[in-house]
């Protein structure tokens, strides 16, 4: 099978008479219930807690790592130790300072983003219920 013959032989089974009869079928409420996100009429609200779980986690784990490798960087440059510790606590100090930095700056940016689908969802919500009360009268 060659490169030019594979499109071909894609278009052919996708204009198959079985998928020409499900596309018409579909209403809103079947691809509403099919998409990824949560459907409208079955969220529940959230605690700020379930909402806010994740990110603080990861500030949290990141500030300790970040913490971690400012003893391990100082702790390297402060006492007279033997040849090779002094060599492995100067690579890995920093190592564990610029791991727990990325997590606690991969968590405060993540609060911005959580507030944005919130307002977002809110918004969505509102227009569904506004929609729904004017197609239904």
Not at 33 to 39: D, G, H, K, L
Not at 74 to 96: E, H, I, R, W
């Amino acid at each position: 099978v060659t490169m030019e013959a594979l499109p071909k032989a894609l278009e052919v089974e996708e204009k198959s008479p079985e998928s020409k009869d499900l596309l018409p079928s579909q209403t809103a409420s079947s691809l509403c219930i099919s998409s990824r996100s949560e459907s409208v009429w079955t969220a529940t609200p959230r605690s700020n807690w379930e909402i806010y779980r994740k990110p603080v986690i990861i500030m949290s784990v990141g500030g300790a790592i970040l913490l971690f490798g400012v003893v391990i960087t100082c702790l390297a440059y402060t006492l007279n130790l033997g040849d090779m510790s002094l060599k492995v606590l100067k690579m890995v100090g920093p190592a564990f300072l610029s791991l727990g930095l990325m997590m606690l700056v991969c968590g405060l940016v993540w609060v911005p983003i959580i507030k944005k689908k919130q307002k977002q969802k809110q918004k969505s919500v509102f227009f569904q219920n506004l929609k729904s009360f004017f197609l239904n009268r």
